[in-house]
Every structure is written in structure tokens, then in C-alpha cells.
């Protein structure tokens, strides 16, 4: 049972708060929780199209596309929500090879994507205690093969890693909290560090590289928990922050929960967008596969992430087959929905221009070290 706070009480209400968040003024906690609790539909509409109009005074009708590759399914940690959980048996598992791994990341390049995003489970042969050669080579190989920027998912990692990481041509870090409730977390991640995994985004910002940041909707939150993880990802500086709806996986813990309301995720999104305008939030294809991309971006956001190129045996996150061999996930699809949308895919080099000057401005503010 999701507890809420309660929304705006009339419309004056709302304008006030949307004309604040539209001239860039702080909203409080409360102000974020009276937001994200709105659910009139014609208050959504309006608080969706203010999400927008922030959206296009910032990146105007440009969308950007990232491409997935989900080089290993193995993991050593059993995560409640996670279909690749170590003690699911019925997980699909996998190990790419190089030769695959930058077989994908080429043909991604090559349709049109603004990114590679090279995500593993935290794979035991990877994560050995004898070091991340192997990690910093496959990162190495992929950069060497294709000009896009590269982001790296590859789990939590020690904090000497991430120069290396930056070094062999990684540019964003993503690692995902889920949730800034810490009892909620040891619950969504048993035996896992909260604190270590909320450094991540500090060290890989330290290092030279940019972060992500990302909450599930739908786990056990509350209203005030998802205000409060907003705010969180403020301050850890993360330039793309995510929020994806929860979905029941068989064989886990959660296989009985309900999967979240996708409305949540919309609501969700459209207030990250108001109180961080300029920063990137995906619209992913792993939840609702194409059908749902025209929601997301309606909602506020502006980066396509699951981008999976079709019959490669790749598999999704969260869904790990929807869409994928039909080829639901590719640019070609994704551009047929932005065509009857007015927007478009901005270009290669102003995304890359993007991210070199917020590296850029990290570098100035003594960010990096
Ligand atoms: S969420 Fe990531 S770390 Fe957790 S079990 Fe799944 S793949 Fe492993």
C-alpha cells in the first residue's frame, strides 16, 4: 500500500507550483510530495505539460538514443526484484564475448544510437578479487571500435577502479540505488552496501566521469521516499537520472507483488523534469517496449535507453524479452514514433557536445580529482 500525500488542492495550487518549478525556482519536500501525489487528470495533463515545455526550453525538439548491450547475465548478488538474481535458476545466462561485445556495439553505432551503454550483472569471472583487467579491457576494445560515448554499468566497484575505467574511454557511470529508504534498500538488496553503492556516483564523478542515477517505482516506496530520492539525486550530481516502474520477475521474492502503476512512473519523471531541467531522463523501452516510449517522453523525457539490436540473443533488464526479437527496440521503430510526436533525434555531435561541457564544468568546479 502506497501512502500518499496529498495533492495539489485546486488549480491555483498547481499553477503556482508548475510556474515555480517553470522559472526555476527550489521546490520544498513537501512541494515535490504534493506534486508527485497529483493524480486528477486534468491537473496531469497540465502538470505533464509543463514537463514539456521545461523539457523543449532546454533541449528544444531533440531526443537522444542509447543502445543496451547486457554483455553478462551472470551476477553474484540476489537481489529480490531481479530476474538475473543468483539463486534464480530459471535465468537466462549469458557471457558475451569480445567479438560479440563489439560486434553489438558497432551495429548499434551504425543505427544511429548516441550511446553504448555496456551493462553486466556484478559476474563473479569480472568481479574475481584479482583485479578488473578483464573489465577494463572489454571497456577498452568497445572504445577503440566505435566513436559514440560509452556508459558503464557494470555493478559496484572498488574506488581505484574508476580512473582506469575513465581512462580506457568511459564516459558515464550508471549504478542504480532503487531506493534512498535504506531499510527498503537491505530489503530490494540484501547484503548489499548502501553507502558504498551511493559512492559509486561520487567516485565515478571524482574520476572524470559523469553519473546516473535511478529509482524503482513501485517497491514498497512511499510518496515522501520518492521526493526525498529526487532530491537525493540532485545533490550526487548525477546528469541522467531514471525512474522505471517496478515489474514482477518468476523465481524471485517479489514474483507475487503487484507490477507498479505505470502512471507513477509518468508522474515520477514529470517531476524530476521540473526540478532538474537540464539534466538527461530516459523514457525506457524495457517496461512497455515501444508501446510505451510516446507516454514517456509526453511525460518529460528525453534519452530512449534499452535500444537492443534484434535475433543477437541479447535480453532486456526488466523485461527481459519484450520487443526484442520482433525488433520493437530499434532506431528505425523508435523514429516512427517521434515522427507523429513533432520531435526528432538530435544529432550525434550535439549530444556529444552535451556531455563534454558538463565534463567540462565538473573539471572547472574541482569536481574531479
Ligand atoms: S539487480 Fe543487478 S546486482 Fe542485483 S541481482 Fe540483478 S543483475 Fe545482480
Not at 116 to 132: Q, W
Not at 355 to 366: A, F, P, Y
Request: contains cysteine; charged residues 25%.
Amino acid at each position: 500500500m502506497i501512502y500518499r500525500s496529498k495533492g495539489p488542492k485546486s488549480f491555483d495550487q498547481l499553477g503556482y507550483l508548475l510556474q515555480k518549478a517553470y522559472e526555476g525556482r527550489h521546490l520544498s519536500l513537501g512541494e515535490l510530495e504534493c506534486l508527485l501525489s497529483t493524480r486528477d487528470p486534468d491537473m496531469l495533463t497540465s502538470l505533464f505539460k509543463t514537463a514539456r515545455a521545461v523539457k523543449e526550453k532546454n533541449f528544444g525538439t531533440s531526443i537522444y538514443c542509447y543502445g543496451f548491450v547486457y554483455f553478462s547475465t551472470h551476477c553474484r548478488n540476489d537481489c529480490s526484484f531481479c530476474f538475473y538474481r543468483r539463486s534464480n535458476p530459471s535465468s537466462v545466462r549469458y557471457r558475451k564475448t569480445d567479438e560479440d561485445i563489439i560486434d553489438l556495439a558497432t551495429a548499434l553505432e551504425d543505427s544511429g544510437v548516441h550511446l553504448v551503454d555496456l551493462t553486466m550483472g556484478e559476474d563473479p569471472v569480472l568481479h574475481n578479487g584479482s583485479g578488473y583487467g578483464r573489465l577494463i579491457e572489454i571497456v577498452q576494445k568497445v572504445n577503440d571500435a566505435v566513436k559514440v560515448p560509452l556508459m558503464i554499468s557494470p555493478g559496484v566497484l572498488p574506488s581505484d577502479i574508476f580512473t582506469d575505467l575513465t581512462n580506457a574511454g568511459g564516459d558515464w557511470f550508471a549504478c542504480y540505488q532503487e531506493t534512498h529508504n535504506r531499510r527498503l534498500f537491505e530489503q530490494l538488496r540484501p547484503e548489499q552496501d548502501y553507502d558504498i553503492r551511493l559512492l559509486q556516483k561520487e567516485w565515478a564523478r571524482r574520476s572524470g566521469m559523469l553519473a546516473e542515477e535511478g529509482i524503482m517505482i513501485g517497491v514498497g516506496e512511499t510518496i515522501a521516499d520518492r521526493a526525498r530520492s529526487i532530491q537525493i539525486m540532485g545533490d550526487l550530481g548525477a546528469r541522467q537520472v531514471r525512474a522505471m516502474s517496478f515489474i514482477p520477475q518468476c523465481n524471485t521474492p517479489m514474483s507475487s507483488r503487484d507490477t507498479a502503476q505505470f502512471l507513477e512512473e509518468l508522474v515520477a519523471i514529470a517531476v524530476m523534469r521540473l526540478v532538474y531541467p537540464d539534466r538527461l531522463i530516459p523514457a525506457s523501452l524495457d517496461i512497455e517496449g515501444i508501446s510505451g516510449l510516446r507516454s514517456r517522453l509526453e511525460a518529460g523525457a528525453n534519452v530512449i535507453t534499452s535500444i537492443i539490436p534484434p535475433s543477437k540473443g541479447l535480453a532486456g533488464v526488466a523485461q527481459h524479452e519484450l520487443d526484442i526479437d520482433g525488433g520493437g527496440r530499434t532506431v528505425s521503430q523508435i523514429e516512427e514514433v517521434l515522427d507523429g510526436m513533432g520531435v526528432r533525434l538530435g544529432t550525434p555531435a550535439d549530444y556529444a557536445s552535451r556531455i563534454e561541457e558538463w565534463k567540462l564544468n565538473d573539471r572547472s568546479m574541482g569536481v574531479v580529482h
